[in-house]
């Protein structure tokens, strides 16, 4: 299985901060990198896809990058309902493989 | 729009089984794979595995092999998740979420699944 790791795990940021979360995978996964975000009590929601694709109603702040075994999520500018936890997850092969999370909380 | 809802929460003792159910509105049940993944408590997601709704096609995690079974009824647009065996380990909310190809677009609210003696 393709392990996936995240880092940091936790970023304490303010509203309207700059925060990049970065996943790596274990072996190459061109492209195939989602991102998402989960709230406490709730789904995890799906904010990219193809490393870089925007979700419909996703907004524009949220950006992905990168190919390989290297990636990045980017807030632009960090809204109060961004606090939550984000996973990558690998797309690539069989089976799909999320990495730990990385929490993102006010400091 | 696009609504996976689950059924309720369930306790069950060590060595019974669970089966959670999922019910797809929105869309084309049969165009799309359905995933379950599940989380323990304060823990990360753990992926379990697939369905294809229109042929039945299923692959699970190796993890979760012998124990685990995604059915579906496609004439009431459901799938279900029946996992046996149960442990205490495996006391966790358990999603399902539909996949295009492997990025889970749409998720349900989750089944909290309580092992306990």
């Known amino acids: 299985d393709i392990q996936m790791t995240q880092s940091p795990s936790s970023v304490s940021a303010s509203v309207g901060d700059r925060v990049t979360i970065t996943c790596q995978a274990s072996q190459g996964i061109s492209s195939w990198l989602a991102w998402y975000q989960q709230k406490p009590g709730k789904a995890p929601k799906l904010l990219i896809y193809a490393a870089s694709s925007l979700q419909s109603g996703v907004p524009s702040r949220f950006s992905g990058s990168g190919s390989g075994t290297d990636f990045t999520l980017t807030i632009s500018s960090l809204q109060p309902e961004d606090f939550a936890t984000y996973y990558c997850?690998?797309?690539?092969?069989?089976?799909?493989?999320f990495g730990p999370g990385t929490k993102v909380d006010i400091k | 729009q696009v609504q996976l809802v689950q059924s309720g929460a369930e306790v069950k003792k060590p060595g019974a089984s669970v089966k959670v159910s999922c019910k797809a509105s929105?869309?084309?049940?049969?165009?799309?794979?359905i995933n379950w993944v599940r989380q323990a408590t304060g823990q990360g997601l753990e992926w379990m595995g697939w369905m294809n709704p229109n042929s039945g096609n299923t692959g699970y995690a190796q993890k979760f092999q012998g124990r685990v079974t995604m059915t579906r009824n496609t004439s009431i647009s459901t799938a279900y998740m029946e996992l046996s065996s149960l442990r205490s380990e495996d006391t966790a909310v358990y999603y399902c979420?539909?996949?295009?190809?492997?990025?889970?677009?749409?998720w349900g609210q989750g089944t909290l699944v309580t092992v306990s003696s």
């Open positions: 929105g869309y084309t049940f049969t165009s799309y794979d």
């Open positions: 997850q690998q797309a690539n092969s069989f089976p799909p493989t």
């Open positions: 979420a539909r996949g295009e190809q492997w990025d889970l677009d749409y």
